[in-house]
């Protein structure tokens, strides 16, 4: 019987995110989308944890990490403004950020989760050399990304309308078949 069989869902929930000396990569808002998965069967010396708001698609991610019998892979089910509080500094190795709700009307753009000072604690969770991927569809966020990660002290690597193929997630197919324009940016600290 292979090791996998043993392997549960429950294993893969954290209560907190602690660094425990691999490298670590964080993807937020990962919804119904498996990069993640992709990304850490290719490297298993890499921990990878995904934090996602919504129980049902953290359960749903649960369940396939357990399936796919990956140990390299976590989840933290709750809202990502707590934890970037939480993590020490330069203990991050890359943040991966695939189209956050946008919130499009004016009065909502409050409720967007990357703002000057979530973009502070990204910036300081990150190691040196380390990056922070982000895309978005919505316009006046791209601006705001661009300005508070900026002023957090990133360097912006690349911005583009393509979406590269290994992080083409469920939306970014989504957008790509209605034809909607998206932004990509690729983030580092140096
Ligand atoms: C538009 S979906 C994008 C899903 C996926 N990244 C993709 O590209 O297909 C945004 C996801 O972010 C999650 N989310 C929204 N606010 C969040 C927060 N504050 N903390 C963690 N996850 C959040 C939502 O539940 C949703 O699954």
Not at 37 to 50: S, T
Not at 84 to 97: A, D, Q, R
Not at 123 to 141: C, K, M
Request: proline letters at 6%; a neutral charge; hydrophobic letters at 35%.
């Amino acid at each position: 019987m292979t090791e996998q069989f043993h392997f549960e869902p429950r294993e893969v929930v954290v209560d907190r995110i602690e660094p425990d000396g691999r490298p670590l990569h964080i993807e937020v808002g990962f919804g119904k989308d498996v990069r993640i998965l992709r990304e850490a069967r290719h490297d298993p010396d890499g921990l990878y944890i995904g934090i996602e708001i919504s129980r049902k698609k953290a359960q749903s991610f649960c369940r396939k990490v357990a399936r796919a019998g990956l140990r390299n892979v976590r989840c933290y089910l709750g809202d990502v403004r707590p934890v970037l509080e939480e993590l020490p500094g330069g203990s991050v190795s890359s943040f991966t950020i695939l189209f956050p709700d946008p919130w499009p009307k004016r009065r909502q753009s409050k409720h967007r989760w990357i703002q000057g000072p979530t973009a502070a604690l990204l910036a300081s969770a990150l190691r040196e050399g380390g990056g922070l991927i982000v895309a978005t569809d919505h316009q006046g966020y791209v601006e705001q990304i661009r300005e508070v990660l900026c002023e957090a002290g990133l360097m912006l690597e690349c911005e583009s309308h393509e979406i590269p193929d290994e992080d083409r997630t469920l939306f970014a197919q989504r957008f790509e078949r209605v034809g909607e324009t998206v932004t990509y940016q690729r983030w580092r600290k140096s």
